[in-house]
């Protein structure tokens, strides 16, 4: 009995004397995100020159304006293209699907590109149109390496074919709303309603910019007070959707910044604040071309209930016709054209309806 005390006493003892040691390591346990680095100089340097590359590709290029007269190219150019960047750190599980959504262009209007983390060894999605797997690095959730992913991304579509115009970003989660042709008619058909004669249609990058959002100041200071000043005073701090649609001339701009990436790029102190991507791009393009932004995005997502930073996934059972037309509605000038997120295991479901609700539009 008094042995079996004594052990009592010693385990409690222990366990007292361990509780400085969880706390002192407590972070590195419980923190998803125990070691924010900076990004690597070599990295930094090697993103540079593939920025540069493909900036100074472009002083020829015929898309690199955002206005195209119409007159010289006809009413509706068809060899613009969309270029879409699916930054994933899994598998695409959904690539069946975006296979047959991309299959109902012709001729093709797209092109394809992946930045994959290296840690996450993906299956080639064999068949995937096409797509190319971008030369990518690592990425982790609450630092500035999904900016830099995104960034990569756009550049080497910028460097590989001169005629993408729009840039899409997607993630392995999300899946498109409406078929091929409504996508590529929402973005580079001619717009409706801008009177006879109108010669010019300005197309405008889809990407969410809010400024009224309760979560901006515990944002701000996720660097430390004052860290982002003087480039970024708090006024002119935008918060929205890290996915968007950004056109040729934005995304230039988004490579050529140099100076708000300075303060961007550092790393949090508080990783539960720390969404660098929510911010860096609402803000550059919120300064420097607000009315070349629609303010909304193109892809819904669900925040109801969200736990821990991440919205609602949708599980096989709410994948419905109804679903589909309830998440294209939107309150703004078009309607929703892709959605996020939905787990992996809604393929089926999915395929099952592709062709009679998804892409029947
Ligand atoms: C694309 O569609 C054509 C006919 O519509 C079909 O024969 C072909 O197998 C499809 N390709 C893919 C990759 O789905
Ligand atoms: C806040 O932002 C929402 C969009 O998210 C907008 O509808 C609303 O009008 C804004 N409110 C103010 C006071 O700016
Ligand atoms: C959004 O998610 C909630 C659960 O978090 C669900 O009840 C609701 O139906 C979803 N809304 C839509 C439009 O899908
Ligand atoms: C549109 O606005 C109404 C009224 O504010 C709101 O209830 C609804 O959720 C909004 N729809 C979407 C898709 O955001």
Redesign the pocket.
Known sequence: MIRMLQSHYILIFSLILSLPMIYFFAPHFLSPHPRQLPIPRPDELEDLSLFNRAISSTFSSPSSSSTFSFSRLGTHNPTLKIAFLFLTHTDLFFSPLWDRFFNSSSPKLFNIYIHADPDAHLKDPGGFFNARFIPSKHTERSSATLISAAKRLMASAILDDPLNFYFALVSQSCIPLHSFDYVYKTLLGRSKGNGFGFRHVRHKSFIEILDNETILPSRYIARGKNVMLPEVPFDQFRVGSQFFVLTKKHALMVLKDRKLWRKFRLPCFKTESCYPEEHYFPTLLSMKDPNGCTQYTLTRV?W??SVNGHP?M?LPP?VSPE?IY??RQSNYTHDYLFARKFSPDCLNPLMDMADTVIFND
């Open positions: 669900n109801t209930d609602h949708y709410e679903l309830t998440l």
